[in-house]
T-cell receptor
Framework: EDKVVQSPLSLVVHEGDTVTLNCSYE??????LLWYKQEKKAPTFLFML??SGIEKKSGRLSSILDKKELFSILNITATQTGDSAVYLC?????????WGAGTKLIIKP | NAGVTQTPKFQVLKTGQSMTLQCAQD?????MSWYRQDPGMGLRLIHY???????DQGEVPNGYNVSRSTTEDFPLRLLSAAPSQTSVYFC?????????????FGDGTRLSIL
């Protein structure tokens, strides 16, 4: 059975800290791995990763994929209160997305 | 550009009632899907459609029906609401199922079944 596991489930840090969120997966036919940010409403797309070792960056956020060890990490540097959200990881397996339960990140001022 | 629009935003139903959650997108996307999101669990796929006139079941289809008469609209019907269907429902769309394009989500419908 395909599965995606995110850790930690929740994380509380102070503004300015750096955080690393983890996503591991076991799927039958990997096509891509996606990261989304969910605040109060709709998940919004952050990154799509298809190849190992290539870092994707957007401002203070970055992500990398390891297809040999079957995981991805999402890094956020110099965190701000606006980074508080649930971060979702999903893996496209056989053209269907398998979702992790998410990591709830709280940034304290 | 409205993107993906879901209505209503909130709804309370009694057990046994039926209702339709509406979803519309204006991006001419072929692929549309419905998910439910429950606390402590990932998004779970209910039904999806790869184009007008074509629908298929996802991971948790029981108790729900869908249709896709136009490219733009993909309504989700609850046939006889049950408390286990209390959840937040998201509609999503993407260019097509086979391209490496991310899905765009609506703002969700929070549904409570009493």
């Amino acid at each position: 059975e395909d599965k995606v596991v995110q850790s930690p489930l929740s994380l509380v840090v102070h503004e300015g800290d750096t955080v690393t969120l983890n996503c591991s997966y076991e799927v039958t036919n990997f096509r891509s791995l996606l990261w989304y940010k969910q605040e109060k409403k709709a998940p919004t797309f952050l990154f799509m990763l298809t190849s190992s070792g290539i870092e994707k960056k957007s401002g203070r956020l970055s992500s990398i994929l390891d297809k040999k060890e079957l995981f991805s990490i999402l890094n956020i540097t110099a965190t701000q209160t606006g980074d508080s959200a649930v971060y979702l990881c999903a893996v496209d397996s056989n053209y269907q997305l398998i979702w992790g339960a998410g990591t709830k990140l709280i940034i304290k001022p | 550009n409205a993107g993906v629009t879901q209505t209503p935003k909130f709804q309370v139903l009694k057990t046994g009632q039926s209702m339709t959650l509406q979803c519309a997108q204006d991006m001419n996307h072929e692929y549309m899907s419905w998910y439910r999101q429950d606390p402590g669990m990932g998004l779970r796929l209910i039904h999806y459609s790869v184009g007008a006139g074509i629908t298929d079941q996802g991971e948790v289809p029981n108790g729900y029906n869908v249709s896709r008469s136009t490219t733009e609209d993909f309504p989700l019907r609850l046939l006889s609401a049950a408390p286990s269907q209390t959840s937040v429902y998201f509609c999503a769309s993407s260019y097509n199922r086979y391209s490496n394009q991310p899905q765009h989500f609506g703002d969700g419908t929070r549904l409570s079944i009493l």
